[in-house]
């Protein structure tokens, strides 16, 4: 097997465990640890942390570390997150939230810029177009991470089935579903009833080891890789200053289109987070229960992760104005449809067509925004990446924060705003792409193409 191309493959099953684990449990939190909304919080926590760690760790650990080692070091802060919830109080749960938080964007940054110097130095030795093979590199990781929902939801699903006593829902609490919900905590009322410790140290258990597996994997067969062999001489006579790189994150500012992708990047935080907070308690908990919701989520990850393959591979035919177009086009019929719909448990199969939907333009999301980061910055990765990181960290813990505030149909009626803000902007970018990169239609439709990472949630 090809070099570049079997490190490509260990990076995206060490991401697979890891994220077998995080996403299982985040989908989790506000479950199994909902009391004083002590699950809500951490995660709100974890992602302000991670803001933080977008301004100034990814430079940093990946100059002195390298790529390989800032993943391994990233991934076991996600472990600690798992220890955290055995004993789950706000003294084990919020710094442990903070060090995952700390270390998200680090792993994230490093992992983008590992893709992206292996597509090119396999591009340069097979005379290949580079910007196709990283597009074919980050399809290969999303199609085996996004598959990381499936089995962290079916793993809890298995496990928490084992106890479930599900009730009957009644026309007073479907009343209070969709749209326009009552603002009220329907899942005790609605959905299974709560697993005993011994299911859930189980799950963490499984959730645990999985990390282990992740980090042992990536110590173990991940080629180290530097991204310029030159800046590595120079930084060996040279360390950069704590203040020079707290700052690349900010001087990257400076790039016009970076500031038109803000919109776009904190999208992907406002849609991820709507599917996974509010999507399946609203609509999935509340009108046919929370045992639900781990096969709803499943379907949004299975059509994710086939979705990543299929645009990484074709956007190089397509290009990715028709691809962002396609995901647009998709997530506005879908809000469109959740203002108007009622949930009723007779209408069982559209509880599903929501979350495919929804995985279908989250995968164009993901690997075409990621892609054109790493397109348009490929002379400042890592600067360009923790813009990205901390820019959809912004969504989520906007997400999160007004929650439990505000009615489903406000949230909507945002998320529709945020994204038509959006297309705007990058319909901007595009324009000041096509000024300053003038060719041939078919040479500029080759040169737009592009994939990358997400996120799920991180």
Sequence with gaps: MERNLKNVLIISFGFLLLFTAYGGLQSLQSSLNSEEG??????????????????????ILIKKLGCKWTIAGSMCCYIAFSLGNFYASWYTLIPTSVILGLGGAPLWSAKCTYLTIAGNSY?????????????????????????????????SSLIFSQASNTVEISEENLACCGAYDCMADTTNSTGSAEPSKSLIYTLLGIYTASGVLAVLLIVIFLDQIKSDQAE???????????????????????DKRQCLLIPLTMYSGFEQGFLSGDYTKTYVTCALGIHYVGYVMICFS??????????????????????????????????????????????????????????????????QTNGLYGILFEKHKEAAFANYRLWESLGFVIAYAYSTKLQVYIKLYILLSVLVLSMVMYGAVECLEAKRSPGTPTATKKENVGPHPQETPM
């Design 123 to 155: 591009a340069e030795k097979a005379g290949k177009n580079g910007k196709d093979i990283i597009n074919q590199y980050f399809g290969i990781f999303f199609l085996i991470f996004q598959s990381s929902g499936i089995w962290g939801n079916l793993i």
């Design 302 to 367: 299975a059509v994710n992760s086939l979705c990543s393959l299929l645009f990484g591979r074709i956007s190089q035919f397509t290009g990715r104005k028709l691809l962002f177009a396609l995901a647009a086009v998709a997530n506005i019929a879908c809000i469109i449809a959740l203002l108007l719909w009622k949930p009723d448990p007779k209408q069982f199969a559209v509880f599903f067509v929501f979350p495919a939907l929804w995985g279908l333009s989250d995968a164009i999301w993901q690997t």
């Design 232 to 254: 590595t001489e120079k930084e060996k006579l040279e360390t950069p200053s704590f203040w020079s790189t707290f700052l690349a994150t900010f001087q990257h500012l400076k």
């Design 38 to 59: 002590l699950g809500v919080a951490s995660l709100s926590v974890l992602y302000a942390a991670l803001i933080l760690s977008s301004m100034f760790l990814p430079p």
